[in-house]
């Protein structure tokens, strides 16, 4: 947790010498505190003083990336319990799961249908973000096999999960240049998985059945120097998995015990019913789940599972939008009529869904009204007769066309008057309130 402008001044040297270039130590500490200034610029911090901030300025939750050819899963930075308090910053990433017992041409055949999953949600692409591979066999020339076999399918990134260090040193060695979590650290093995994590530069996932287990162990593996690490702490019933995410998470956030400043990792795999894996997953993105493994997959749960994972991850002081611009549907010739909405996202799609579904062709002018819905940028005066006209010359609307009306949201008819003025020899014409009534106004206008 941060310390406060007071508590870095006690740990300063209060001498008030001025060489930070600020005329008190008082000054310099609140400077610090507010992460304007560099604890650097005083000379004379002991360093026990260093230790103390420098632990002060770590984040409450480590963040841990995995990294391969050209993705990367971020997981951890985050500072509250609750998305309202402020914002989550990284959401989880959904992991797929293959063992190394199952034929290596099906893995890849599994991996690549998984792979090539994506769905636009809101303008925003939906995917998965990686995959396991479970050493079963306890054979590493079995588990190499098995990583080779997702490498031919993917390049996402990957965990390794299982077997002894030996086992899980055949699948780094095929992985040179990666980032990879591997799992796991645990009371009898900690030394050597450390050190292989050390050698691999790999994040490692610390196990325990215990929460007590748990805090012992991560201090003596941080104290061997390996720092990237992640929580597994084997939930044995949804119940059980729920109280020590959330535990974990409170005395990371509102504690600052260091031992549990780290993502955590979930695996719903290991609930065997296709149905409670989903619920599983559902719940560790609610509460706290980093890394979330799976092992059965369909279009369907995943689907659930993405947008659900976007709603609670997204900024709620940032809305999502669309880029302003005029956009083209169904092909449109210079005399398609021309709809003007916001560039918030929802109603961008409902818009322009109902004018595709409609057949018809249309422009669709996105007006810039910082990503509010058609009312609630109307009262905020982000959706006015000028800012619509500034668009229309901004996008250079009257050079695509052969005429001169625009439609306007029927909500906000009351603004119609003012446009008029704002576009001389224009015609404003109402379109209707619901975008679902789009596509009856055209038929009926065309
Ligand atoms: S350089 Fe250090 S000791 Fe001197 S005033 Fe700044 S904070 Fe205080």
Not at 242 to 268: D, H
Request: with cysteine; proline share 6%.
């Amino acid at each position: 947790m941060a310390l406060s402008g007071i508590e870095i001044y006690k740990l300063l040297p209060k001498t008030n010498c001025k060489e930070c270039g600020f005329p008190t130590c008082m000054a310099f500490g609140l400077k610090l505190a507010a992460k304007q200034v560099e604890l650097s610029a005083c000379p004379y911090v002991s360093d026990e003083a260093k230790a103390q901030l420098a632990a002060s300025s770590e984040p409450p939750v480590r963040l841990i990336s995995l990294k391969s050819d050209g993705h990367k899963v971020e997981v951890g930075n985050e500072v509250v319990l609750f998305r309202h308090e402020k914002t989550f910053y990284n959401k989880p990433g959904f992991f797929y799961l293959v063992r190394d017992t199952e034929d290596t041409a099906a893995i890849t055949a599994r991996v690549k249908e998984i792979d090539a999953y994506s769905v636009n949600y809101v303008g925003i692409d939906l995917t998965v973000d990686g995959f396991a591979v479970k050493a079963d066999a306890g054979d590493g020339a079995a588990f190499a096999k098995a990583v080779e076999a997702v490498r031919a399918g993917t390049t996402r990134p990957l965990i390794l999960i299982g077997g002894s260090p030996e086992v899980l040193r055949s699948g780094l060695e095929k992985l040179a240049g990666e980032s990879v979590l591997i799992s796991a650290a645990t009371s009898d093995n900690w030394e050597a998985m450390t050190a292989l994590a050390k050698e691999f530069k790999a994040s490692l996932v610390v196990e325990a059945e215990s929460l007590e287990q748990l805090s012992e162990l991560t201090p003596k593996i941080k104290e061997k120097g390996q720092a990237d690490l992640v929580l597994n702490p084997v939930g044995q019933s949804f119940n059980d998995s729920l109280l020590k995410n959330v535990v974990m998470r409170k005395m990371a956030l509102a504690k600052n015990f260091r031992p549990f400043g780290f993502p955590i990792l979930s695996t719903p795999y290991q609930m065997g019913d296709p149905a409670l894996e989903v619920a599983m997953a559902t719940q560790a993105v609610a509460k706290y789940g980093g890394f979330i493994v799976m092992e059965n997959f369909s279009p369907e749960t995943i689907y659930a599972l993405l947008v659900l994972r976007e709603n609670i991850f997204t900024d709620p002081q940032k809305p999502i939008q669309v880029q302003a611009g005029l956009y083209e549907i169904n092909d449109p010739s210079p005399e398609a009529p021309v709809l003007v909405t916001t560039n918030f996202s929802i109603t961008y799609f409902s818009v322009a869904n109902e004018v595709e579904s409609s057949g018809l062709p249309g422009w669709l002018l996105v007006a810039d009204a910082e990503g509010m819905s058609v009312l609630t940028a109307w009262a905020a005066g982000n959706f006015d007769a000028e800012r619509i006209a500034k668009d229309v010359k901004r996008f250079d609307v009257e050079s695509k066309i052969s005429h001169k009306r625009i439609i306007l949201p029927g909500h906000v008819a009351v603004i119609s008057g003012e446009l008029e003025e704002e576009l001389p020899g224009w015609e404003i014409k109402v379109g209707p309130r619901e975008a679902v009534d789009i596509p009856a106004y055209l038929k009926q206008a065309l």
